[in-house]
């Protein structure tokens, strides 16, 4: 059996948050997943950064929990062509 730290604990815990607030509004959890799966690249070691992304995903569960909820915006860099 795996055994996961406090912090592994926590994101586990905040996955399982947004796939449950996910539920009954379409199209978040495949974005959801996406998020989660391109941040699974993180090295365990990187602690403030991982913590960092905790706190922010606390907030976004937040404001997908409101009812008033229809879609998330992202904001995406550009590239230049110059």
């Known amino acids: 059996m795996v055994r996961h730290s ?3 604990k926590q994101v ?3 996955y399982r ?4 607030a996910a539920q009954d ?6 974005r959801i997943h996406d998020e989660f799966r391109a941040n699974a690249a993180i090295k365990k070691t990187d602690v ?5 992304l905790y706190r922010r995903g606390q907030r976004q569960l937040e404001l997908l929990k409101d009812v008033n ?8 860099k550009s590239k230049d062509n110059s």
């Open 48 to 52: 403030m950064h991982i913590e960092y």
């Open 25 to 30: 509004k379409p199209g978040f959890i495949p």
């Open 69 to 76: 909820t229809k879609q998330l915006g992202s904001f995406s």
């Open 12 to 14: 586990l815990s905040l």
């Open 6 to 8: 406090k912090l592994q």
């Open 17 to 20: 948050q947004f796939l449950r």
